[in-house]
Each structure stands twice: as C-alpha cells, then as structure tokens.
C-alpha cells in the first residue's frame, strides 16, 4: 500500500518494519489523505543530513486534493480555503513583511525544512482519525535520528508540543498555537517563528530560510 523505496536514509528507521506492517493492515481498503504515494513526502524531499529546520503539526488536511505530503503545503491550482496556510501566511507577512502566495510548501523542503505532521494519514472528513494508529512510532524515531547535531524546531499546537521531549540534541525549540482557525488567536499570531528561526540559523553560522514566494 504505502511506497517506502524513495524514504533515502530514512529508509533504516525501525518503524518500517516494526510498525508501517500493521498499519497498512488498519488501513487496507480504506481511503486516506494525502493519497499513500505521498505520505512519506516529507522525509523523502528533506533527508537527515539536509535538515536544518523541523516544522511539526498535527495532522493531514482532511479535505481531498488538499494534503500533498508536506506539513501544512496544499498543492498548486488547489482552489479551496487555505485555513492553516492562509494564516501561516499572514504570520510571514507580519513577522518578516515579505509576502507568500505559492501554496506548495516544496521549496521550504528544499532548503532543509521538514514539514512533518505527528499523523501522516486522515479519512476525508475525519480529522484526528488517525492519531492514535501508530504514526506516534515513526515521529519519534525521526526526532530521535535529528539528535545527532542542533537544529531549530517549530512545534505548532498540542500534539507537536509533546514531543519536545524527544528533541535532546539542544538547538531552537519555538512552540506556539497551531496554526488552524479554531486556535490561530490563542498564541500563533505574533509568535514570530520564521525570525525567530532565521535569526538563530544565522547565529550558528548558517544560511537563513526564504520563507517568501520562491525568487
């Protein structure tokens, strides 16, 4: 069901053998978002050693067409409602006054930001469905692999919230209101991750993120 043979060298992860099995037999028959050949996208478009900055939210869009794989990304020529994204976006423009319109969240993978969900599945309609299916195994394992030098993290919301305890390796660790509309007023609005992150990149000596539209 699920494709894991361009996972790189996430494809070692114990969680694969010992967790994805059982997952793909809850799942068998059933529809899921984003579509089983994107649920690993994140860590095949950000690699270990690529990784510079960790954004962790809960989890997939639950409307079809909508999850691509990326946290929070929502394909090009989507058409609907932004929600997350839209304020996501609004938090750049007041945080670092540089606009984003692209929807597709690719060209942040690109740079060395992982888009990762505590969830990498729902059922269309049926947000949270799956947060207790056994994805909870493979967040861990990657937080646990990122240890091995600092690195910023963005944890958005409750769930991402709770796994900061899996982060040991020190680094950057911004957490905030999820971004969504039921909690967007409750702390993400003027939390100023994205300067908050870059201004840490660049203490380290590192190039900061283009949060704005691709150059």
């Known amino acids: 069901m699920f494709d894991t043979s361009r996972l790189g060298a996430w494809g070692d992860l114990p969680f694969f053998a010992d967790h994805l099995p059982d997952i793909a037999v809850a799942l068998n028959g059933q529809t899921i978002l984003p579509p089983a050949s994107h649920t690993f996208a994140a860590l ?8 510079k900055v960790v954004i ?9 067409g909508k999850a691509d794989g990326l946290a929070f990304s929502i394909p090009q020529g989507f058409g609907g409602r932004l929600d997350s994204l839209g304020n996501i976006f ?17 060209d942040w993978a690109d740079q060395g930001v992982l888009l990762l969900n505590t969830a990498l599945t729902v059922p269309p309609g049926q947000p949270k469905a799956h947060a207790k299916l056994g994805w909870k ?16 993290y963005l944890l958005w919301g409750g ?3 709770s796994y900061a305890k899996y982060v040991t390796s020190g680094g950057l660790i911004h957490a905030s209101a999820h971004p969504s509309p039921l909690s967007v007023h409750r702390g993400f609005f003027n939390a100023q ?5 870059n201004q840490w990149l660049m203490e380290q000596g590192q190039t900061p993120i283009h949060w704005g539209d691709p150059l």
């Open 193 to 197: 991750p994205f300067s908050t992150v």
């Open 56 to 64: 962790i939210g809960q989890d997939p869009y639950h409307t079809p």
């Open 137 to 152: 195994a493979l967040v861990m394992q990657v937080l646990e692999r990122l240890n091995d030098r600092p690195r910023a």
């Open 90 to 106: 609004k938090e750049i423009k007041s945080d670092l006054n540089v606009t984003r319109c692209k929807t597709s969240l690719g």
């Open 44 to 51: 095949e478009r950000t690699q270990p050693a690529d990784t």
């Open 159 to 161: 769930p991402a919230q």
